[in-house]
């Protein structure tokens, strides 16, 4: 009697352990691996520092935009800036320029 009392409590102190072991062991797996766990956290700043590399392209882009906007608006108008981009815009040349194509690849004949 006192060998199976002895087993019973080795083995509800074991299955006890046990199960105290497998809860602790899926918190810690959470909270490395989980959706907040700790790699979670490195992958979120890793995308931070890339979309804020992202953004100062962006502002830079942005500032390019603004000063080509600012040379043909307002009270003075930069002419060649006016000239290049009609000209873009309307696929024209002006009369004394010389255009310069390139070479046209021509295909191999077939044989």
Known sequence: ??????LRSLVVLCAFYGAAGLVAS??????????RGLKAGVEYEQRIADLR??????????????????????DRIDSDILDNE??????????????????????????
Do not use: C, S
């Not at 009697?1 to 002895?6: L, Q, S």
């Not at 899926?26 to 959706?35: A, L, R, T």
């Not at 590399?53 to 307002?74: F, S, T, Y």
């Open 1 to 6: 009697m006192a060998v199976r009392n002895f």
């Open 26 to 35: 899926y918190f810690i797996w959470h909270g490395v691996n989980g959706q």
């Open 53 to 74: 590399q992202e953004l100062e392209g962006l502002r830079a882009e942005r500032g390019q935009w603004e000063r080509r906007i600012a040379l043909v608006r307002g």
């Open 86 to 111: 009609a000209r873009a815009a309307l696929g024209r040349v002006h009369r004394n320029e010389v255009v310069i194509l390139p070479p046209q690849k021509t295909k191999p004949a077939d044989r």
